[in-house]
């Protein structure tokens, strides 16, 4: 790598000049945990009833805190390798403890691309026409009141309170998952969901 492709790429760091900035370990920790699950794609197909995988673009969200920017990135996902179109987008919002509103997303897609089944389709009819108003409050009321705590098993890079807030708030969007009918759940279904939910709760 030449000097001046060092210099280039310094440059379009978000996090570049602000090392005193408190927000700036945080996120390169999490930028390195995304990256660290980005190679993990296959694990993230499970029967979704039973655990599923939520991919964060934490390093992108945190570049729109940094810089202040007013803009939406795609939602984007790939099931085994295929990139699909999300059967639903549910809005995310809420408002914290301090006063401040958060917006954010929460897309899933069910299935597999190659093979949709009748089970399938009717669970996207129902995320569709479902009523997802006040989920986002719900999520954030559930995120604070059963907050994440590290066992010995967890493997955090980083353990702040911000961190520990974004795994509370993932935790709570079981709560968008729970709204579907046990009926709905058969056997053979799958799921994948995706958000850039950062899990702020302060």
């Given at each position: 790598?030449?000097?001046?492709?060092e210099r280039e790429l310094a440059s379009a760091d978000p996090l570049?000049?602000?090392?005193?900035?408190?927000?700036?370990?945080?996120l390169h920790g999490m930028i390195s945990d995304a990256r660290?699950?980005?190679?993990?794609?296959?694990?993230?197909?499970?029967?979704w009833w039973r655990r599923r995988r939520i991919l964060l673009p934490f390093g992108l969200a945190g570049a729109a805190i940094l810089t202040g920017a007013v803009?939406?990135?795609p939602l984007g996902l790939s099931?085994?390798?295929?990139?699909?179109?999300?059967?639903?987008?549910?809005?995310i919002t809420y408002t914290t403890d301090t006063g401040i509103?958060?917006?954010?997303?929460?897309?899933?897609?069910?299935?597999?691309?190659?093979?949709?089944t009748a089970v399938d389709e009717r669970l996207v009819a129902f995320v569709k026409s479902h009523d997802w108003s006040g989920i986002g409050q719900r999520i954030y009321d559930q995120a604070v009141a059963h907050p994440f705590v590290p066992g010995p098993d967890s493997d955090l890079q980083v353990d702040t309170p911000e961190v520990r807030d974004s795994f509370s708030f993932s935790q709570?969007?079981?709560l968008i998952w729970q709204e579907i009918p046990a009926a709905l759940r058969e056997p053979g279904s799958s799921a994948g969901a995706t958000s850039d939910c950062a899990g702020r709760l302060h």
């Open positions: 790598m030449t000097h001046d492709t570049a000049g602000r090392a005193d900035d408190a927000l700036a370990p945080l660290a699950a980005s190679t993990d794609a296959p694990a993230s197909r499970r029967r803009w939406l990135l099931v085994n390798g295929t990139p699909v179109d999300l059967d639903v987008v549910i809005p509103t958060v917006s954010c997303r929460y897309g899933i897609y069910f299935g597999e691309p190659e093979n949709r709570a969007q079981d």
